[in-house]
């Protein structure tokens, strides 16, 4: 493998690597490449279980994302990621192999050369401990030949190029990182995540449909589905129907108070943690800070998410809520600008 | 070329031509030409299915034939000779098919037959006769526009990937700072520079977190892996008596 040339201060951008920005989610990762390529993978890893089902799977060893969900019953299915880190292994658990092999995947996708360097930054929670983000480092370094790790709301704050005077809500699957940004590298206080995320609301709405529905036959997976299709928040929208198996004959049950309630559990938390953001930070920038929210991650796609939220922080001064033009992607695409833009001899260094 | 000056020939197993001879030039040997030598586990049946281990030997076998029977010819003076026309080159490759395929249509023919060993041996001869008898089942048709056009094509791919880098640094250069003026970004900034200077203290921070996170990845490593031997015949060795 050639050593990639070290940039000049014109930031030119060393030959023979490939930069990567990869947002490492719970439910779902993100990837993106300075070669063009963004791609997004359920965070999702599956071995067969015994020689038949690996006669489905055509002798592939591993399964990963989507196509792990949809045929879990005949895989040894992990999500290795909970809370945004990575998990430990109990007895007989491989959650770390999964980990290793879902980056290694990530960075497969984006086709990289050969003999290329593969520099590339992760994205993890605001709040992931040294213990969490060493576990992330050590397992992407055998798939990565250089590595860095930076907090996730920074990374999107960073590809959009604000990261003076703007408060990040980045709405994962495991946790919700807020995060205010002022120019510099965030200190501990200026973060905070939320153990309540996406994962939350489909546990929530499973809940409701069971209370509500109790002959419909209802799993996690079927929720989250539903959640991803027509999650909102805020004004009424048209009726939501699905078909639910009652007895095994698929039956429509309306949803549409139910979906809107689960989405609902997401806004107080988020308000309070914004207002504590807010008003503990330097008070001739706080209006500033109050205008610039901005939501990202999979949580930001719910319909009126930020429209509730803005109708919530109007008791406690009000602020202005928008949405990222692609949640799925921002922090990958924020990791690889954070890539593209660093020094080539730092990345040496780490190497 | 070994102390006696005289040419050699050897085998070096690499993945490229450059790579090849970075090898050998490591090895302090000196290197004339390469012939590319396709592996014999590369072998694989007309109809696409792998090679069996006997298929292998019969194969191995051929290679052999063709490594004694070749000759180094210096490729400058072909070169001159045929330029500019069309040549065809024998295709190991396609021999090794062409001999393993009649052999196997021969002997299958004898077994469904049951003839005897020589009438066996009698057919694979006059299959083989009749398979070299026709240059096309040796060679396949080279000509110097052809591997001009190959060069072309590598050269075209790499700058094919250098401009895929270069779009997609400005895509990320134009979704951070679009375009000023004309109605077109709403912050009305100039296209940002893919790197931006006041970046460098922030860029700087983050490079040390980590630098600091890897230093304490790699003392919790050597923690892990305990002290390092002491070395006891050095503490059992007796005290130096100068």
């Not at chain 1, 009424?236 to 309306?254: L, M, R």
Request: charged share 25%; net charge negative.
């Amino acid at each position: 493998m050639s050593n990639p040339t070290p940039t000049d201060d014109s930031g030119a951008i060393a030959e023979n690597a490939l930069y990567i920005g990869i947002d490492l989610g719970t439910s779902r990762s993100s990837v993106s490449s300075a070669s063009g390529v963004r791609k997004t993978l359920e965070s999702y890893v599956g071995w067969p279980k015994d020689a038949v089902s690996s006669k489905k799977f055509a002798g592939r060893e591993i399964i990963y994302g989507k196509e792990a969900i949809d045929n879990r019953l005949s895989l040894d299915l992990y999500r290795p990621l909970a809370k945004g880190v990575i998990q430990g292994d109990s007895d007989g658990d491989r959650n770390l192999e999964a980990a290793r092999e879902l980056i290694a995947k990530l960075v497969e996708m984006t086709e990289p050369g050969r003999g290329e360097s593969l520099f590339g930054v992760i994205g993890v929670p605001s709040e992931a401990s040294i213990q969490n983000k060493q576990a992330i480092l050590d397992v992407a370094k055998g798939t990565l030949d250089s590595v860095m790790i930076v907090t996730e709301p920074f990374c999107v704050a960073y590809g959009m190029d604000r990261i003076s005077d703007v408060l990040v809500v980045d709405i994962g699957a495991g946790t919700t990182d807020l995060c205010r940004m002022h120019g510099t590298v965030p200190a501990a206080d200026d973060q905070t995540t939320l153990d309540i995320a996406g994962d939350d609301v489909d546990a929530k709405l499973l809940e409701l449909i069971n209370a509500s529905f109790p002959n419909a036959s209802v799993n996690t997976t079927m929720v989250k589905k539903i959640k991803e299709k027509f999650g909102f928040v805020h004004t009424a929208k048209d009726k939501i129907e699905v078909d639910f198996p009652v007895n095994g004959k698929p039956t429509k049950h309306d949803i549409t108070d139910l979906v809107r309630e689960a989405c609902t559990i997401l806004v107080d938390p988020i308000v309070d943690a914004i207002h504590k953001l807010i008003a503990s930070f330097d008070p001739e920038f706080q209006q500033q800070l109050r205008e610039n929210i901005i939501l990202s991650g999979g949580g930001g796609l719910m319909d009126g998410l930020n429209k509730a939220i803005e109708d919530r922080l109007d008791r406690v001064g009000g602020g202005s809520v928008t949405v990222v033009e692609e949640p799925l992607f921002a922090g990958s695409n924020g990791a690889l600008q954070l890539a593209l833009d660093m020094p080539a001899d730092y990345w040496q260094q780490l190497k | 070329m070994r102390e006696t000056g005289k040419p050699v020939e050897g085998h070096v197993d690499a993945s490229t031509a450059e790579e090849a001879f970075n090898l050998m030039a490591g090895n302090g040997i000196v290197c004339e030409s390469l012939r590319e030598d396709p592996r014999v586990g590369h072998y694989t049946s007309e109809g696409g299915g792998a090679a069996s281990p006997k298929d292998a030997e019969v194969a191995s076998a051929i290679d052999s034939a063709f490594d004694v029977s070749s000759t180094q010819v210096n490729v400058d003076d072909l070169w001159k000779r045929y330029r500019g026309q069309q040549v065809r080159v024998i295709d190991r490759d396609k021999i090794r098919q062409r001999v393993m395929s009649v052999m196997v249509a021969a002997l299958k023919q004898s077994g469904e037959t049951g003839a005897s060993q020589n009438q066996t041996l009698e057919r694979v001869e006059e299959a083989l006769t009749k398979m070299f008898g026709d240059n096309k089942n040796l060679t396949s048709e080279l000509s110097p526009t052809q591997t001009a056009l190959e060069d072309q094509i590598t050269r075209l791919n790499g700058v094919v990937l250098r401009l895929e880098k270069q779009l997609a640094q400005l895509t990320m250069a134009i979704r951070r700072g679009g375009y000023g003026g004309g109605g077109g970004n709403t912050q009305g900034r100039l296209m940002k520079q893919v790197k931006d200077p006041k970046n460098d203290k922030v860029l700087l921070e983050i490079f040390e977190t980590n630098l600091e996170l890897q230093k304490q990845i790699r003392k919790k490593e050597a923690q892990e892996m305990g002290p390092p031997p002491t070395g006891d015949a050095e503490a059992s060795a007796p005290p130096s008596t100068d």
